[in-house]
């Protein structure tokens, strides 16, 4: 029962495994077992990072690449494909938000700039397509693998201040749908895709929107313990286990579904 939730063997592609999410997935997917494949477009981040992987003993590569940049892509599958021959996993955690991204609570949509607009839609929506359109190419070839998105509770329903994040992690989840319903039916059932929905974690991009200079909550951040049922935030090796069964034989009935992983915050109404 044990070997059903293995992803022992895996090829594991990560985007943004340099930053905090991507980091912490790629810890537990070396501690599983799996090779993986650490990408970046920040070499400094990704030399500290495949550092860190392979002094815990894992089949690591760094691969520095651009998730908006297809050629850019298509060299890093290459290098995966000449190192180990398949691409088994591809995890997209590659995105995030950006400050001029996010409105202050003195502007309205009106205010918003549309560069930043394009800036954080781009990086989240296509940042999410290109790689899943090289690499997936590859496990439309080998008709197996798994593909990872990373939606949003701003996917879900309406967050204040966040408009291009939440547009961008809505079509997110719709992608996750239709790709999975695409690979399915013209590759087979060996092709799954599925994403997962956080909930609050405090990271670096939202730390100053949710905790104060003093460490107190911000306003904000009352109104998401608030209304999370289980009253805190995220640790964020809590998304670990969701990622690891999606992508392994446990999961094998399960395609096109996005995950929340969010304390409860998707399912209470606030009554």
């Known amino acids: 029962m044990d070997n059903l939730f293995s992803i022992k063997g895996k090829v594991a592609v990560i985007t943004g495994a340099g930053g905090v999410l991507g980091g912490s997935i790629a810890k537990s997917f070396v501690n599983a077992g799996a090779k993986v494949v650490a990408m970046d477009i920040r070499p400094e981040n990704l030399d500290v990072r495949v550092k ?3 002094e815990n003993g894992g089949e690591v590569i760094g691969v520095v690449g651009n998730v908006l940049d297809i050629p850019s892509l298509e060299m890093a599958a290459k290098t995966i494909i000449e190192k180990w021959g398949r ?3 591809l995890l997209n955690i ?3 938000n950006t400050p001029g991204g996010t409105l202050t609570e003195d502007k309205t949509f009106f205010d918003m700039n549309i560069a930043d607009w394009e800036k954080v ?9 290109y790689p899943s359109y090289v ?12 593909i990872i998105n990373v939606s949003s509770m701003a ?7 966040v408009p291009g994040y939440s547009a961008a992690k809505a079509a997110v989840s719709n992608f996750t749908m239709w790709l999975a319903l695409e690979m399915a039916t013209k590759f087979g059932d060996g092709i799954r895709v599925n994403a997962i929905a956080p909930g609050f974690f405090i990271g670096d991009q939202n730390r100053n929107v949710l905790i104060n200079p003093d460490g107190s909550l911000t306003d904000r951040s009352i109104k998401v313990i ?8 995220g640790d964020i090796n809590e998304l670990n286990g969701a990622v690891q069964f999606l992508c392994s034989d446990a999961a094998s009935f399960i395609t096109g579904v996005v995950l929340p992983v969010d304390g409860g915050f998707s399912t209470f109404s606030g009554v």
């Open 52 to 54: 860190e992987l392979t």
């Open 87 to 89: 691409i088994d996993i």
């Open 94 to 96: 590659a995105g995030g």
């Open 121 to 129: 839609t781009n990086l989240n929506m296509n940042g999410t397509v």
């Open 135 to 146: 690499f997936g190419r590859y496990m439309a070839e080998q008709k197996s693998g798994s």
């Open 155 to 161: 996917a879900l329903q309406s967050i204040t201040r």
């Open 226 to 233: 608030a209304n999370t049922p289980m009253r805190r935030f």
